[in-house]
């Protein structure tokens, strides 16, 4: 057989491998169809993560309620270039080592902020028009007529200056409501954190939908909810552990605030023995905000774009600030 002529050689050996691919916690899986021919994809859980990380290239974290990648990363042997998490928050899975790596992490920037600005807004009238005190006396049956509040005129805080807290405040201004938004720097359209005391007192509405980092975690404690006016209301779809959940608790059974709802807990899924099951004036909900029919979906097809930019060497959009624990804004 005639040995093959080095320009053969060199073509085949020009010719880039295809990368691996790991996805973690797929159930239901994504789609990944048209990464066909263009990836290994492989699958792990938190029993398999650490033995396959150093065969990855990639790593799609698809169960972003996982702490598995915070807990195997540090193990030994190379570790994925790029890691995409099918969420807003990377909290969960950044760790020392993550983030003195040189890999790449991503998020879900674009799929869930709209979703979260309806959600709030619908939490916002159900308070205003007290929609859970309405349901309530359906149920029992009982005719007992009431006032609401007006949103419109009424004035609203939000926590967090990224695209989620941005699509707040646009969906909050076009129910007339005044809104400040807060972030870690002050900048055209935010405030800077050290201004947040100040703009509580008079706040009609908090909303809280800031990264949980170093700095915010426990944010939301007895102190910042004793500056909020006794008519004010509370909403949280950031991250549970913003908010000191005792305090919480305080503050709505001592009557410091009106309400407050929550979509994110410091423990999930809420035990059943929690005391918040049974405090008064509190809406809770399943983690919810930003879940509409075909979410998946929409995250499987935003990671594929991705996917296709990365294996292309082009720059990949969403790229997390691994330090400060987020997608930094540049407007």
């Known amino acids: 057989m005639p040995e093959p002529s080095s320009s053969s050689v060199s073509s085949a050996s020009s010719v880039p491998p295809v990368p691996t691919l790991l996805v973690l916690n797929a159930d239901p899986p994504p789609r990944l169809g048209r990464l066909t021919g263009r990836a290994h994809v492989r699958y792990a859980d938190e029993s398999t993560l650490a033995a396959q990380l150093p065969s990855a290239d990639a790593l799609l974290v ?23 998490t099918a969420s807003a928050g990377v909290d969960r899975l950044l760790c020392p080592e993550l983030i003195r790596s040189d890999t790449v992490v991503t998020n879900a920037r674009g799929v869930f902020e709209e979703p979260i600005a309806e959600y709030v807004a619908g939490l916002v009238l159900a308070m205003a028009k007290d929609l859970p005190g309405t349901l309530e006396l359906q149920r029992q049956r009982r005719w007992r007529h009431r006032e609401g509040l007006r949103v419109a005129g009424s ?12 699509a707040i405040a646009a969906t909050l201004r076009a129910l007339d409501v005044t809104v400040a938004v807060t972030g870690r720097t002050a900048r055209p359209g935010v405030h800077a954190a050290d ?28 102190r910042l909810f004793g500056l909020m006016q006794p008519s004010a209301r509370f909403v949280n779809v950031g991250r549970g552990q913003l908010v000191v959940e005792p305090d919480l608790i305080e503050a709505l059974t001592k009557r410091w605030i009106a309400g407050a709802a929550l979509d994110v807990f410091e423990s999930e899924p809420l035990d ?3 005391r ?43 790229v997390v600030d691994k330090k400060r624990g987020y997608v930094p804004m540049h407007d």
């Open 62 to 84: 698809w169960d972003f309620t996982s702490d598995a990648v915070r807990d195997a990363w540090p193990g030994p042997g190379p570790r994925p270039r790029w890691v995409h």
């Open 155 to 166: 004035r609203a805080v939000v926590v967090g200056a990224g695209p989620i807290g941005r």
């Open 195 to 222: 201004q947040l005391d100040q703009l509580l007192t008079r706040a009609d509405w908090v909303i809280c939908a800031a990264p949980l980092t170093g700095a915010t975690r426990g944010m939301f404690d007895a």
């Open 272 to 274: 059943p023995e929690s």
């Open 276 to 318: 918040l099951w049974d405090v008064p004036s509190l809406i809770i909900s399943p983690h919810m905000s930003g879940d509409t029919i075909g979410w998946r979906d929409r995250l499987g097809e935003q990671f594929v774009d991705l996917y296709e930019l990365w294996a292309a060497g082009k720059p990949l959009p969403n």
